[in-house]
């Protein structure tokens, strides 16, 4: 039987990579051109169309994994249906496809979040776990969100008061989804803004997904939306387990964002 030999690395040098790597990270993304709240399949793709486009992007995510709402499916069924035009966005990553009937497409969940995981990350983008956005950062004359402030998911858990970082952004995305917490906190804090959030309404597939691809972008200067949160401040209908709308407003809003920041 072969014997594999193995690098011996003693317990304080584990300790000293980890944190010497971290903090030039960190270090990196405190001042970002973008910054998307939500590792769901808006955010994703938001990242990786923008970070594909050069901008230094990150995305903050709860949870210690990504993918959102894909990996429940419909009711935790391990397939969704992308109606075209978004499968070109899935081809382009080197998503499979099965073809149900002419422009409507089923596509594997675990796949879904794996490759789009990896296609924003193989382009440039950074996706932190364990990450809570808790409040924006804001700025007068003019008046704009200029970042957010962040905390361990952990450390809210445990009930801690301890205050966040701050990371500085030309543009911040609520990718939250139902809930749209950026702009839940946006409205709140700085009603100078001008936000107000109706919540969405019931299900209405066949409108929806249209509605919510051509409502995601810019919500006031610096905050942006994608994703079901659009639903949440547009007042529109929700549409259970079928992904192209989710696709195609976060490629939406990276156009959005790419085409502001460019002509600043």
């Not at 270090?27 to 955010?43: E, H, K, Q, T, Y």
């Not at 009937?101 to 996706?127: H, R």
């Not at 942006?224 to 639903?231: D, F, K, R």
Request: glycine residues 10%; charged residues 25%; proline residues 3%.
């Amino acid at each position: 039987m072969q014997t594999i030999n193995i690098k011996q690395v003693d317990e304080i040098k584990i300790s000293k990579y980890i944190l010497k790597y971290t903090f030039e990270d960190w270090n990196n993304i405190i001042d970002s051109d973008v910054v998307i709240v939500g590792a769901g399949p808006s955010g994703m793709t938001a990242a990786y169309f923008l970070a594909k486009e050069g901008l230094k992007t990150v995305v903050f995510e709860r949870r210690l994994s990504f993918g959102g709402g894909i990996g429940g499916g419909a009711m935790n069924f391990h397939k969704i249906v992308i109606e075209s035009p978004a499968d070109e966005v899935l081809k382009e990553l080197n998503i499979k496809l099965q073809k149900a009937e002419e422009g409507i497409y089923i596509v594997d969940s675990a796949e879904f979040m794996a490759k789009l995981g990896a296609s924003a990350i193989d382009a440039g983008a950074k996706i932190i776990h364990g990450i809570n956005v808790d409040d924006v950062i804001f700025r007068e004359d003019p008046l704009r969100v200029a970042g957010v402030a962040v905390e361990w998911t952990s450390t809210q858990m445990s009930g801690l008061h301890v205050d966040p970082l701050f990371i500085s952004a030309k543009a911040v995305v609520d990718a939250t989804g139902h809930d749209a917490e950026i702009l839940s906190v946006a409205s709140r804090k700085i009603p100078e803004l001008g936000i107000s959030i109706p919540g969405e309404k019931s299900a209405y597939s066949e409108i929806a997904e249209e509605l919510v691809v051509n409502n995601a972008g810019k919500v006031a200067p610096g905050l942006y939306t994608t994703g079901m949160a659009v639903c949440e401040i547009k007042a529109l209908p929700r549409m259970g387990p079928i992904f192209g709308a989710m696709v195609l407003s976060g490629k939406k809003v990276a156009e959005d964002i790419i085409n502001d920041l460019h002509n600043s």
